[in-house]
């Protein structure tokens, strides 16, 4: 049944945009998780205590609003009509119409989330909403509409008033096996690029250091902790000769992981084959000159595979799909002040992915906070042109230019680098051969650095200098700005724009430019920026800082002659660009926080399934504001308790049995009311005993898999429908025994027709199957009880 609901909801819209099974297979360990957790909350319920003192309690209230609905009419056509009127603002809020009915289920469906679905499942909205949308529109909902149908209801009567006997299986019990294991099995075939393997993560320390912090939110830590201590341990004990204080010193790490891994009280404790507990304990228990009987006893080997296999098997794949290794594979994709504490490192992974080579073409698609001073690019202008712009260059935070500024598997903190400006000197301007003018020399401050943020790696102190121009700095401050907001103590001083800025001037501002560039390294959201690492770097962007791009320029000629080189360009589409700018710039219109959808399956129509000829718009309602918020407030207000006095109410209400026969019941109810109730908690079981066995569970899972999935077969004509009905009728008339029916007198056959009468509507059924529906789940779980005192009850968020 699950996979047909895979089949029928997933596949046909999933197969049109991949053919890999990954999605899916998640699929299938999220509905296996739901469907264990059913199973296993219905073992822990006691049903047949449910059935007489919560569920028959409900039924009472329901067949008291049909007798009451039928003494107001006169044919049973009218019957469903008068008993909703009945109901009145207490009618169940799924009631009102399909569609609130369709709300009411995706509501109740998103409730039990945290309590159906993996850990975790529930932070990724897309799943939920796939799982919310399959369960609740073309699961739960077809599956309702089945169980309310009269037909449906008259055959179950059926089968329950049956005295014959069970039928018997004809095939031996299938044996026991891991709850749908098979449907579970991953069908994806094709590895992953993204798939990495253990070996891998213990040769790169940024994701070694990933790993652990994975396994330390798995609570799984000490796993990794005991291969690497056996490792160690190895090491130390298949040496050739071993002496006596080398033996002792193995032997207390044998003890240290025995009693840190192996006894039941540790928290760290690692579930082993009961032998290898054994021989490591003996060991551990011996004298410590048994210790060197490790080397060739198997038992912390195995140990040491069998924790192996759980890395390599089970936490590495659950690491591949974890936020953390996401965050290792987008590093720089987040601002630093935001990702300071990921940014452990800026080395690219390279050879060990497959997409180490478009993984630089897509990185400036995640870099839209971060992609500090994006220069103009060089269009070529016209020779002649007086002004002109440099190629500007795309700074990225793992880019680094030059290998002294960032090096692989090294965070880099520019917090310990520093910096000083000893002097002014001056520098050849290379533009100017370019432009065959005299070679002129300009004044630069040079810049000494020197970076320490090394050392833990056994890197030595390392220094270089830097020579950058008076105008660079004000395009460092200025991108800065753009990218980081302004810094208050740290800003230059106001920038020359006419007068000569001369190796004298240069040289008063010195101590300003250098105060600035200190001030600038203390602050944490810069410890890692790659645009100031560049700018204190030798050839950190040699273009990117020059003052060319600053405002002083000619902007006039720069804005008449850019979008003529825009549009000489090939490839560039000027106008779909500008409109995608603006587009951006725009305040994003509001998104709907929960989305709806109103499609119950993608290979069926709109209203398919939410509309049909048997349920119509159920009880077609408006929202009534004065309805209360408890649906199930009447359970409160019934006085009866036990099925004694429930056939006492049901015999009074719809048998109208004798004033006489109802005293005398009054009579010996101190004497019946134990033992009738003890005897229907006994038959229920044994009723729930036949129901649970292997054929007859399949025949019923059978039936409800018809029900949802055969859309396309023939449905039972009318003809079928009162045949049943007919048979189900005298199957009830003849279930009372004929000394009650004679009791009774003639109001017995009167009291079956209205009970079969209230059967066969289907709206007041789906009504009794959803408040049942209630009763059934606050009792799987009863943690919405907690839920509700804040809430009220599920109907009040409608």
Known sequence: MLELVLENFVYPWYRDVTDDESFVDELRITLRFFASVLVRRIHKVDIPAVITKKLLKAAMKHIEMISKANQKVKNAEFLQQAALEEYGPELHVALRSRRDELHYLRKLTELLFPYILPPKATDCRSLTLLIREILSGSVFLPSLDFLADPDTVNHLLIIFIDDSPPEKATEPASSLVPFLQKFAEPRNKKPSVLKLELKEIREQQDLLFRFMNFLKQEGAVHVLQFCLTVEEFNDRILRPELSNDEMMSLHEEVKKIYKTYCLDESIDKIRFDPFIVEEIQRIADGIYIDVVKLQTMRCLFEAYEHVLSLLENVFTPMFCHSDEYFRQLLRGAESPTRNSKFNRSTQKRGESFGISKIGSKIKGVFKSTT?????????????????????GIVVME????????????????????????????????????????????????????????????????????VYRRYLEFYVLESKLTEFHGTFPDAQLPSKRIIGPKNYEFLKSKREEFQEYLQKLLQH????????????????????????????????????????????????????????????????????????????????????????????????????????????????????????????MYVGRVVFRIPDWFHHFLMGIRILLKNTLETYTDYYLQCKLEQLFQEHRLVSLITLLRDAVFCENTEPRSLQDKQKRAKQTLEEMMNYIPDRIGKCIGDKANEGISLLFNGLQQPVLNKQLTYVLLDIVIQELFPELNKVQKDTTSVSSWM
Not at 377 to 388: A, K, Q, R, S, V
Not at 431 to 456: L, Y
């Open 371 to 391: 992609m500090e001073g994006a220069m103009l690019p060089n269009y070529g202008l016209t020779e002649g042109e007086d002004d002109f712009i440099e190629e």
């Open 524 to 647: 944490p959201e810069l410890s890692n920026s790659q645009l100031l690492a560049d700018f204190l770097s030798p050839n950190g962007g040699e273009t990117q800082f020059l003052d060319k791009i600053l405002p002083d320029v000619n902007l006039g000629k720069i804005i008449k002659s850019v979008p003529g080189k825009l549009m000489k360009e090939k490839g560039q589409h000027l106008e779909s660009f500008i409109m995608n700018f603006i587009n951006s710039c725009e305040s994003p219109k509001p998104k709907p926080s929960r989305p709806e959808l109103t499609i119950l399956s993608p290979t069926s129509e709109n209203n398919k399934k939410l509309f049909n000829d048997l349920f119509k718009n159920n009880a077609n309602r408006a929202e009534n504001t004065e309805r209360k918020q408890n649906q199930n407030y009447f359970m409160e207000m019934m006085t009866v308790e036990g099925v004694y006095d429930y056939l």
């Open 398 to 465: 793992d880019d680094s230019p030059v290998e002294a500024v960032s090096t692989p598997s090294t965070p880099r903190n520019l917090a310990a680098w520093k910096i000083s400006i000893p002097y002014v000197d001056f520098f050849d301007d290379p533009s100017s051969t370019d432009r065959k003018e005299k070679k002129e020399r300009i004044p630069v401050f040079c810049i000494d650095v020197e970076r320490n943020d090394r050392r833990a790696v056994g890197h030595e102190p390392e220094h270089w200098s």
